[in-house]
């Protein structure tokens, strides 16, 4: 089991209700993200999110050490 702080951005931050949120997962980055889907009833599949680890992008499959900072981005539109 690791700790790792998750950053929440644009429509995900919304639907947790905060910009991050320290954790204990045990697994790769796709189950905390499901987890943290199912807790906070987050409406973007897995497949439209890309996760970012330690500032830079990273595979799904990826595993976070203890005190990973994990990030997941929506898409975004600007204008």
Same mark, same amino acid.
């Given at each position: /089991?690791?700790?790792?702080? +998750?950053?929440?951005?644009?429509?995900?931050? &919304?639907?947790?209700?905060?910009?991050?949120?320290? !954790? &204990?997962?045990?697994? &790769?980055?796709? *189950?905390?993200? @499901?987890? @943290?889907?199912?807790?906070?009833?987050?409406?973007?599949?897995?497949?439209? +999110?890309?996760?970012? /680890?330690?500032?830079?992008?990273?595979?799904?499959?990826?595993?976070?050490? &203890?005190? *990973?900072?994990?990030?997941? !981005?929506?898409?975004?539109?600007?204008?």
């Amino acid at each position: /089991m690791v700790r790792v702080t +998750v950053l929440y951005f644009a429509s995900l931050r &919304d639907a947790a209700g905060c910009d991050s949120q320290a !954790i &204990d997962h045990e697994g &790769d980055l796709a *189950a905390l993200y @499901l987890r @943290l889907q199912a807790q906070h009833g987050f409406a973007l599949p897995i497949e439209r +999110v890309r996760v970012a /680890m330690a500032g830079a992008f990273a595979d799904w499959r990826d595993r976070p050490r &203890d005190g *990973a900072e994990v990030a997941f !981005i929506p898409p975004v539109s600007g204008g």
